[in-house]
């Protein structure tokens, strides 16, 4: 405990699942709860119980690709502001024109640049890296696509007809 030279780092195996727990019950438990709910209080009016399950499961995909995305963009605002540059920060669009690929390509394209340095580094230094890291740099990589792809209004009048 109190040692002149103390054994770092320590490893405390029951803290990481811990906070690994805890971060997963706060991500996931909402979604849960409420197709849960739906389950119970009928899903036909939501496309049926198969539908349901796929849109959590489309919703949780989604969330994952765009999560580090937010972590960028969000540190960069705040950055900014202590750097006391002038931050911007609009509403996003409410009306259903798509993001076109070459503003997609703009906004998101450092991020696709350092999810692939990222990616190229890990890969060379050692490859479990990468795996244990997929999550975030594939995201990062994919930034511009789910981007684009995702602003198209006839994706969700499809899922809509399909009902």
């Known amino acids: 405990p109190r040692q002149l030279f103390p054994v770092w780092p320590q490893w405390r195996p029951e803290l990481a699942i811990a906070l690994f727990a805890s971060t997963m019950v706060l991500l996931f438990l909402p979604k849960l709860l409420s197709v849960i709910l739906i389950w119970c209080k009928g899903p036909k009016a939501y496309g049926g119980f198969i539908r349901v ?3 959590l499961l489309l919703e949780v995909l989604f969330s994952v690709l765009l999560a580090p995305v937010r972590m960028l963009f969000h540190t960069v605002f705040v950055v900014s502001a202590f750097l006391g540059w002038e931050v911007v920060w609009n509403s996003p ?67 809509k007809r399909c009902k």
């Open 93 to 159: 669009q409410r009306d259903d024109d798509s993001t076109p690929w070459s503003e997609a390509f703009m906004r998101h394209g450092s991020q696709l640049l350092l999810g692939l340095v990222w990616a190229i580094g890990m890969a060379w230094l050692d490859l479990r890296f990468l795996f244990w890291l997929a999550p975030i740099v594939f995201s990062l990589i994919l930034s511009p696509f789910v981007s684009a792809i995702s602003s198209r209004a006839t994706i969700g009048l499809r899922t």
């Open 53 to 55: 399950t796929l849109s």
